[in-house]
């Protein structure tokens, strides 16, 4: 009877991970002028549909920190760092959910494309473009580049840093998100990228957006 009882226990927490590493689920965020939303379902843009990933933290299975958000590196020297772990997703491992996703739901063409690394002057350059564009100038971007493993392979991920909390970007700039997402891919075509906020007073990184044009990987809600 104490083996019946141990072989459920063991099914039981079994059960539960797999619970929590489903806690990843496709939703909407993204939204301008330029879009049209339809409640729980997709966001159209003027030529691209997009469907969102957003964490759900309603769980009592708590899965094993890591180090950084996705297990990323930045490429060469950076004023900022990698990503810090948002208090809502504290204490949950979500990469394994992040990489299942961008397996089986990004084609091999964009994956290809993530494949290959941006050059200096390309950063740079996308980094002038964007403080140029009179809509962001006021926000003083920063763009360098970082790495991270999705399907077994090294991908590289363009990064563009807002110096402020996402509330005063949003006060600055309402929704200057999808004004930096389009200006980005108009430069650098349809591959991943991350937008994150800085919080000075904090010293923390925070990622918003993983994304490319077409397939959210990772979009982050305070709310």
């Not at 489903?22 to 330029?34: D, E, H, T």
């Not at 004023?79 to 204490?91: M, Q, S």
């Amino acid at each position: 009877m104490k083996k019946f009882i141990l072989f459920v226990l063991i099914l039981a927490l079994a059960f539960t991970s797999y619970l929590t590493l489903q806690s990843v689920k496709p939703l909407n965020k993204l939204s301008s002028n330029n879009t049209t939303t339809l409640s729980n379902e997709t966001t159209l843009d003027t030529t691209t549909t997009a469907i969102t990933t957003e964490v759900i933290t309603e769980t009592t299975t708590v899965a094993p920190t890591v180090a950084t958000l996705f297990g990323e590196k930045v490429i060469g020297q950076s004023d900022y760092p990698t990503a810090a772990i948002p208090p809502r997703l504290d204490g949950m491992d979500i990469y394994p959910a992040i990489n299942q996703y961008y397996q089986e739901n990004y084609s091999q063409d964009e994956k290809a494309a993530n494949q290959q690394e941006v050059s200096a002057n390309d950063i740079q350059e996308l980094q002038d473009i964007l403080n140029a564009n009179e809509q962001l100038s006021s926000l003083h971007l920063t763009v360098d580049q970082v790495t991270m493993e999705l399907d077994n392979q090294t991908v590289y991920i363009p990064r563009i840093i807002v110096p402020m909390t996402y509330t005063d970007a949003q006060q600055t700039l309402p929704d200057n998100d999808v004004t930096i997402l389009t200006e980005s891919m108009t430069q650098l075509g349809n591959r991943l990228i991350m937008i994150a906020y800085y919080d000075t007073n904090a010293n923390t990184l925070t990622v918003y957006h993983l994304t490319n044009w077409t397939t959210p990987l990772f979009t982050y809600s305070d709310q």
